[in-house]
């Protein structure tokens, strides 16, 4: 399905950046503005998603209808309360995979903002995906989005997740061997629907899909999620 969201956060974009609230100058803030102009351009946002009961096991909690079970121990947390989850795939297209790479040959200062264009857009559009889950599917409470690589589900796991969405039918969401979802600028997750509120559990670096590149935690920072 495609899916039409006309904005994201700039603030985000400049936290990618590694901004640190300093003045920013104004040539860097033209980029920023063009760089934002072309995703608009360039991005083709498609999402899909699917709903299961899910059924708690000796062996752990198993997603209803399949052999699948959830790997880890930080998704018995996420859905302690839940007796329904949503697995969910979203992607910027291959569009925005592709000016990207155009970037990099022609400028990496435009090549750098566009990618943290990109990054802060795909979870523009994973915001919209879960009001649109929320609503399509009369879900009171939604928990966190948690992905593999996230805690200790292990990033392998997203090969049962397109799997079973047929991401790369239905998007042209596919894998690599190492796990990478090509376009990058996707996500996929599985989100809890719950019958009471629910915290935010899982905040923090360890949980982060730029835990290993952020620039605020090298230098002994966060971004604040």
């Known amino acids: ?41 360039s991005a083709m946002p498609r999402y899909t998603y699917q709903k299961y009961d899910i059924e708690r096991t000796p062996e752990g909690i198993r997603l209803c209808g399949t052999d699948i079970y959830f790997p880890g121990e930080d998704v018995k947390i996420l859905l302690a309360d839940c007796s329904r989850c949503v697995l969910m795939a979203a992607t910027l297209g291959a569009r925005m995979e592709a000016a990207i790479r155009r970037a990099q040959i022609r400028d990496m200062t435009c090549a750098v903002i566009l990618d943290c264009c990109g990054s802060a857009y795909i979870e523009a559009v994973c915001d919209a995906v879960e009001r649109e889950i929320a609503s399509a599917l009369d879900a009171r409470y939604l928990t966190d989005r948690f992905s593999p690589g996230y805690g200790d589900m292990p990033i392998a796991f997203q090969h049962k997740m397109i799997e079973l969405l047929d991401t790369g039918r239905k998007i042209g969401l596919t894998l690599t061997d190492s796990c990478i979802l090509t376009p990058r600028k996707s996500v996929t997750a599985v989100i809890g629907l719950a019958d009471r509120p629910q915290t935010k559990r899982f905040r923090g670096c360890a949980y982060c899909s730029m835990f290993e590149t952020c620039t605020f935690r090298k230098a002994g920072k966060t971004c604040g999620k």
């Open 1 to 41: 399905m495609q899916l039409n969201v006309k904005s994201f956060r700039r603030n985000e974009v400049l936290q990618y950046l590694g901004w640190r609230g300093n003045e920013i100058p104004s040539e860097v803030n033209a980029q920023i503005d063009t760089c934002i102009a072309e995703t608009f351009a």
